[in-house]
């Protein structure tokens, strides 16, 4: 009788683990509240739950951390759905200029290397020529590690990114040289010209046709402080 009491105490003690083996998230691995699925992260292929807006952020921080915390919790991720390729949008000139930048042509990334969520335009890293974007800077910390690693990475996993803008070498008017000795500073930026005459014409309305050059995907040297 007493064999068959831990016969049957064992039974129930496997199917007892193995159902929490296969428990579906419902617990923040951040925040450890109860999960919102407007919040999530995909990562190697499984999409993670979040609690609060804060926890994706910090979650890309350590995100190997996390996923061993997890499967050894005995939780079981969803798969992260195939990515679908963005279609281009229109650019209208009511954008802000990060919007602006990321429907332009030359624009090629619009999620986040690691989250696969939205980039924010204002967050990104440089390496081996290459402009990484990033949807906060936990994600950015975490490329930082090891950035000339992490990109070989993402492109070998077919990611592709924009060269790193280099600054001005041409003049405004289409010109393949400038002259550094004639320029003019405006919002903070500095503008130098192949002659006097692109000058002038420039000078007619400087900062409207600064904003045309910049949305043009034209980048200009920070004027120094007087």
């Known amino acids: ?11 129930l003690l496997i199917a007892g683990v193995s159902a929490y083996a296969t428990a579906p998230q419902q617990t923040c691995p951040i925040c450890k509240g109860s999960i919102n699925k407007s919040l999530h992260v995909d990562y190697d ?49 009511a954008q802000h200029d990060h919007k602006a930048h990321a429907k332009s042509p030359q624009h090629i990334q619009s999620k986040c290397p690691y989250s696969g969520n939205p980039v924010n335009y204002s967050v ?13 800077n936990g994600c950015k910390t975490n490329f930082l590690k090891a950035p000339e690693k992490n990109l070989a990475e993402l492109e070998k996993k077919g990611m592709k990114f924009e060269n790193t803008p280099t600054l001005q070498t041409k ?24 002659g006097n005459g692109c000058k002038t014409d420039f000078l007619k309305d400087p900062k409207a046709n600064l904003a045309k050059l ?8 920070a004027a120094p402080k007087k």
Request: hydrophobic share 35%; proline share 6%.
């Open 1 to 11: 009788m007493k064999k068959n009491i831990l016969t049957i105490l064992a039974v």
């Open 45 to 93: 292929g499984k999409r993670i739950f979040f609690g609060c807006a804060g926890c994706p952020e910090k979650f890309m921080v350590s995100p190997d951390k996390y996923m061993k915390e997890m499967k050894a919790a005995g939780v079981e991720l969803e798969s992260a759905p195939a990515e679908q390729p963005d279609a281009v949008e229109p650019e209208t000139a």
């Open 124 to 136: 990104y890293a440089d390496s081996s020529g290459k402009r990484v974007y990033f949807c906060g």
């Open 171 to 194: 003049c405004p008017c289409g010109a393949d040289h400038v002259n550094h000795k004639i320029f003019t500073d405006v919002n903070g930026k500095r503008v130098y010209f192949c």
């Open 214 to 221: 910049e949305k043009k995907g034209m980048n200009f040297e």
